[in-house]
């Protein structure tokens, strides 16, 4: 009775009454047990799961609208080196470059890329070399290489290159395919992209040790590589052009490429003013069928076609090529036609 009493002059006490009034409270504010544990959040739940089950059925059924963008991708490539003319692998022979190259041997496997060939350009891993860069290839009957002479432009890694000129550096780049007849097929799809190809016999063709197995090879290369017959031109030189510096940029960059490309030249230099009108109106065309190459400025240029219009032969004279080589001053007239004054990139436009 003692406690029951003690026990209710507490409820009654106001310290009591303010217990009794926050434990109710409480009890009203407090959630169920269902309240307290949350189901658990899964990464995934079933309606997820067939959400994306649906999303891979639907593009595998229709893989178009699946990789729309990589069709795109892949559609704008085609487009900028064109269709594909033969593909494979070859190794880039860096043998005679560096002490590390010529110890590892020309067949390593860290050289071996899968290449192809387009109407546009050479494509080998992640380089590209264009067509249009491209001088000539040279290939050895019978043999798994063949080397491609090149100038493209020089690519500079330094902050200055916007401001600086850009420059073409010669390259030769010698691949090394499978076997003898893939060095064939490359050197046959160079060819039909009107790529110059210089085909020499085997180094064994002469000595007495040849090969039973290179025979076919030599007997096929005339009638199916379909490559063009070296080009005859005219060089008509002024030597004064360019503040005389005519004769040096034509014999230091440009005739070094016309050789590349096969080209058989007749360079005649002038001795005064109105010599190239003179031998242009005289000349017989026999002698330089693929055209007349001009190297200096625009002077020379003016003569040169002042001498075609006054032969007789105006239907001939009209359609022989004119080339311009700008080593002059100048060279307004070549920067309008071709858009260069690159001397290198003019001689690349008169090989191709």
Known sequence: MQKSDHHEQNLTSPRGLIHKVLRRTNSRRSPTAAEQDPSPVF??????????????????KDPEKGS???????????????YEVCSGKLTLDNKGRSVSGEQSGSGSSGNCFDARLTTEALVWGSNILKLEDIVSVSYNAGLRHFTVHACPLEKRSNGLSCFMKPRRIQKD?????TAPHEAFRWVNGFADQQCYVNLLPHPMASSKKHSSELIPFDAMLDPYVKCRSPPKILVILNPRSGHG???????????PIFKLAGFKMEVIKTTHAGHAKSLVSTIDFSTCPDGIVCVGGDGIVNEVLNGLLCRDDQIEAGSLPIGIIPAGSDNSLVWTVLGVKDPISAALSIVR
Do not use: W, Y
């Not at 729309?68 to 064109?82: F, Y």
């Not at 510096?245 to 005739?255: A, D, L, P």
């Open 43 to 60: 990464p995934e739940t079933s309606n997820t799961k067939f959400l994306k089950q649906k999303n891979v059925e639907g593009a595998s």
């Open 68 to 82: 729309t963008h990589d069709n795109r991708i892949e559609d704008e490539k085609s487009d900028l080196l064109g």
């Open 173 to 177: 780049l010698r691949f090394l395919s």
């Open 245 to 255: 510096r005519s004769s040096k940029v034509f014999h230091g960059k440009v005739e």
